[in-house]
Every structure is written in C-alpha cells, then in structure tokens.
C-alpha cells in the first residue's frame, strides 16, 4: 500500500516563548516492509537552527531551535511511504520462549546482542514481578514463543478497556495494570512490561494506524494458519486507535525475526500498520519533545491524517 501522512502539531502559549529547543521523530524510518519515499518538515516560525541525525535505535532524529519570540508554534510533517504486507509466520515454528530467552543471553551475534537489550527494563517499563505474575499463564513450560505472545495479546486485549482520556503519557504502567483500563500506548507498555519481566526482548513501536475500514488480510492468514485459534475477528472491520497515530510492540522470535503485534486490535500487525519508530519505551520515540523558556500555560493538538494513494 501507499501511504501519504500529514501529522501537524500546534502549541498555544499564554505568555511569550523568548527561546526553544526542541527533538522530532516525525520521518517514518525504513524496515523490511516499508519504505519511507519522502519526508518534508515545515515549523512555524522559521527555526534558527535545523538539523538531523540517527539515534541509538536507528531512528531519524531532527532538531530545531526558534530564537524568535512566539505565542504559538507549528511543526508538520508529510510523509509518502510504501508498506508491504509479509506471510504470517506459523505460532508453532518459533522456538520454546525458554530457549530464546536463554539465547539472548548466550549467543553474541549482532542480532542477540540487539535482541538482549531489549528485555531489560526501561524508564517507563519497569520488570515487577507483578507483570509475571499477569504473563504466568500464557508462558506455560515450553510453550512456542510467538504462540504464547499472541495469547498474552489476546488476554490484554480482552481484560483492558480502551478508554480514551481516561489515562496521559505520564500514567504509570503499574496502574494501568489495576485499573484495566487506557489507550494504545499503555497497552504497549503493558505487554512490553510483561515479557521483559520473564526476561523477553520486546521493543515499542509508535507510528501510524489507518483505521477507516481498514482490511484485517493478515489476521485472517494468520487465523487459518493457527493449530489453535485465538479468536481473532475476521473479515472487514474499523481499528482502533486514536485516529491513526497508534502504538504496538515488536517482538524477537529467533530466527523468524522481529514480529509485530498490536494489542489494541489482538492482531499481528499488516499494512495497515505504519511505522514511524521505535525503541525501549514511549519516552525514546516522543514525537516531539523539548525545552522552552516561557511560555506559562499551553495547550497542544495534534491532528494525524492518512492517506491511501496507491495499492
């Protein structure tokens, strides 16, 4: 599928913001099944300064500093990109998640290494044995791992509410865990908390959903290439997410690779699913984020829009 995303975010200061300096990761990054074709920024005022480079995590990161006093700020990005879907990888086939536990931990090619670091606990996923205790029953002794994480996925996706404004960027995982309740990003952290705390390698992602009528082809393949359902719906159906900017969780599973999963949908992610970064949590893939002196209160929009252009 071909994609054009236009993301625009707007800051309304109360008082005057004399000098800014702010971080972006608004570039949809290149992965084996997408390619981004072209990424243009406009920011409002015009910065003093501008600037990009990769992160840790291979992510673009841009920056930018305004010199010139304002009340409100503007900062849009439009992206073309390319996502191809991938045969869904049989559940059964991933080795026992004991074994790739003990993998990471053991074998020192660049693929481990990467995947290692990733099942330690991060800033805003931290490893509590209360998030074992959640994951206890999906990771029964030897079982599969890509099959035990889509029934991790399932069990999130049936226990928690999505329930939007009921939680904020700065809600802690561990109440998310008690209150049963969020919106995708928290789902992410959630699943994230649990595999990491059986020492698993997870990663967050943040991009793009395209919820309108969006086709689940994937699940569908995936449901019949199961030995054991999991009761994913099928055929034609609406997405959730708030409204196209979305958050999932990556997953290593030996040599099938990193395999993507959406526990806001209960679903192995598809073409409908557009990458923009990733990383150990949220706090590694902020859109944007930044330092401002003045300013006083604010308010922040945001408005996402996605786009088919081509099949």
Known sequence: MHYRVTHTTTYAYEELVSICHNEMRLEPRSAPRQRCLATALAIEPTPAVLGSSLDYFGNRASFFTLQEPHHRMVVTARS????????????????????????????????ALSACEMSFESPLVPALPAFARYAAPSFSAGRPMLDAVLDLTHRIHADYEYRPG???????????????????????????????????????VSGYLHTRRARRDEAKEEEAEREEPAGEPTGEAALVGADASHAWV????????????????????????????????????????????GGGEHTVEVAVDVEVVGD
């Open 80 to 111: 073309e990109l390319e996502v191809s879907s991938v045969r869904p990888v049989r559940p059964s086939a991933t080795p026992a998640w004991e074994e790739l536990r003990e993998q990471i931990r053991t074998q020192t090619t660049h693929e």
């Open 166 to 204: 009921a939680t904020s960027v700065t809600t802690p995982v561990e109440e998310v865990l008690a209150r049963r309740h969020g919106v995708c990003q928290d789902f992410a952290h959630l699943e994230l908390a649990c595999l990491r705390a059986l020492g698993l390698p997870a990663r967050y």
């Open 250 to 293: 990556s997953v290593w599973c030996g040599d099938a690779g990193w395999i993507d999963v959406d526990p806001t949908n209960d679903l192995v992610t598809g073409d409908h699913h557009l990458t923009l970064a990733w990383g150990r949590d949220y706090a590694d893939v902020a859109p944007i984020k930044g330092v401002i002196l």
